[in-house]
């Protein structure tokens, strides 16, 4: 066991930084400074300097005292007695000299010892935990933006319009559908802890997003590896958890749109939150069939689901809800009648939004094994009726608009008019509105309006005067 890593006035790491210029010290009045206490070993310093490191990135100053810091890390040391006492002393000494205290390392695995002698530290988190450690410094000494000075913006460097944003709240996935091999590409599900998503959703929204795009590959399994964490956010607790999440979204007064739910039990708990337009009252569903045995064969999540009923009940609750979903057609072993059976289930289901795929092999997929690959030209046929019959939906779902009053938000502007979004159309995949004398629209703004042509897909549109017409940001 080492001593204290790297000996400094009073202990806490000094990290040289340079002179602040004028400028800076125009600009940033307030730079946050942690200060940092190393103990322990090597292994220990080096989670100290990835986690220094990150904090320098994103703008944080260190401090050389206790007393210039907005708070203090404690790296603890759990090795032998000599060191957890080194390492509670530390502990104590940081909090009274400074008051704000987030404790990590080792003898952070066993919290229950940090805490019965020192209650009032802000975090405990065990070794190697540097996201948790950052997420704590962020929660209770926010990172302040230097537009001038700094390189990434605070919502971070993104592809899409200023309007609107993906949210991606986990990585990987449990399930293990037949024809899919993400499982294998990407490893299991791990989900970003709620603060830490809803954080990024408070960022991007106060830079102007009107709309986010919560994806994963199983948004409604979200926070199940990590036991539905919880944490604090805005002075309230959440826990790493669908719901939760969108609870916490839904506070942030922009569209929240969620993707890939599949249609477990608990889903049902959002469907208030549509109906009081919380969150958009919108579904991406990746259905995928509607036989229940092709589902078997395909391994999908909650095939056994009485997904028809659910669906009504969900629409008793909210009779705006938009269903989106995507079907594979010609799957191994598809029989007529197991067509057929989507296709009277489609009828039922009646979906807003439907895509089609024709089965392919993937390579390593455990769906290439089974029996009954279906011929293409079959294929072809199966995907053409099940795209007409979509399209009619999708045409008399619509043509219930006609006549209806709006909120669109603007994607584009151009010669021919403003094309924009309801609540049902998710951007890139679903169908647009369409409003041919824009007035002054800019992309990003929302707009209010009169449907007065619906097609297949899309809806036509113009301003609505009575109701104020725009809101720019
Ligand atoms: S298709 Fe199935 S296995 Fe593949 S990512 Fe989606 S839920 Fe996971």
């Known amino acids: 066991m080492q001593g204290r890593a790297a000996p400094a006035e009073s202990g806490i790491f000094t990290m040289s930084s340079r002179p602040a210029t004028r400028r800076r010290a125009q600009t940033r009045a307030r730079t946050p400074k942690v200060g940092f206490v190393s103990l322990g070993c090597p292994k220990a310093l080096v989670d100290s300097e990835r986690i220094l490191t990150t904090l320098r990135a994103e703008g944080y100053e260190v401090s050389p005292t206790y007393e210039q810091a907005d708070l203090v890390v404690v790296n603890t040391c759990g090795f032998i007695d000599a060191a957890i ?53 962020h929660e209770h000494l ?19 319009p200023p309007h609107y944003a993906y949210l991606k709240i986990s990585e990987g996935c449990n399930n293990k559908c037949s024809f899919c091999i993400i499982p294998a590409l990407r490893g299991r599900l791990a989900s970003r802890r709620i603060d830490d998503v809803l954080r990024e959703a408070e960022r991007l929204a106060a830079a102007g997003v009107r709309e986010l795009l919560v994806i994963s590959q199983d948004t409604s399994a979200y926070g199940t590896d990590i036991r539905y964490a919880p944490a604090v956010w805005r002075d309230r607790e959440y826990r790493t958890r669908f719901i939760d999440l969108a609870r916490g979204l839904g506070t942030l007064g922009i569209w929240v749109r969620l993707h890939y739910v599949y249609p477990y039990p608990h889903v049902d708990e959002v469907i208030p939150l549509m109906a009081e337009r919380r969150v958009l009252p919108y579904l991406d569903i990746p259905f995928q069939h509607g036989s229940p045995s092709v589902l078997k064969r395909m391994r999908r999540p909650a095939h056994a689901e009485d997904v028809l009923r659910r669906i009504a009940a969900w629409r008793e609750q909210c009779p705006d809800l938009t269903l989106r979903s995507t079907f594979i057609v010609g799957f191994p072993g598809e029989t007529d009648s197991e067509f057929e059976e989507l296709l009277d289930w489609l009828d039922e289901a009646q979906l807003d939004r439907v895509g089609c795929f024709k089965y392919s092999p993937v390579e390593g997929a455990a769906a ?8 293409a030209e079959i294929q072809e046929q199966r995907h053409a009726r099940l795209m007409e019959r979509s399209a009619a939906i ?36 679903d169908g647009v509105v369409r409003i041919a004398a824009a007035g002054g629209l800019r992309p990003g703004d929302w707009a209010d309006v009169e449907i007065t042509s619906a097609d297949t897909y899309d809806l036509s549109a113009r301003l609505d005067c009575a109701a104020g017409a725009t809101s720019r940001r």
């Open 368 to 375: 290439n094994a089974l029996a009954g690959h279906v011929p």
């Open 142 to 160: 926010p990172p302040q933006h230097d537009p001038f000075f700094d390189l990434v913006p605070p919502q971070g460097v993104r592809l899409t």
């Open 394 to 429: 999708s045409a008399s779902r619509l043509a219930r608009r006609m006549g209806t009053r709006m909120r669109v938000l603007v994607d584009s502007v151009g010669e021919q008019g403003a094309v924009a979004r309801s609540e049902a159309d998710a951007p890139e995949i």
């Open 85 to 137: 006492d080194e390492s509670l002393q530390t502990i104590g000494e940081a909090l009274e000299r400074n008051g704000k205290v987030i404790v990590t390392g080792c003898l952070g695995a066993r919290p229950e010892r940090i805490l019965e002698r020192h209650p009032r530290v802000l975090k405990v988190t065990g070794p190697q935990t540097y996201a948790e450690v950052l997420s704590a410094v």
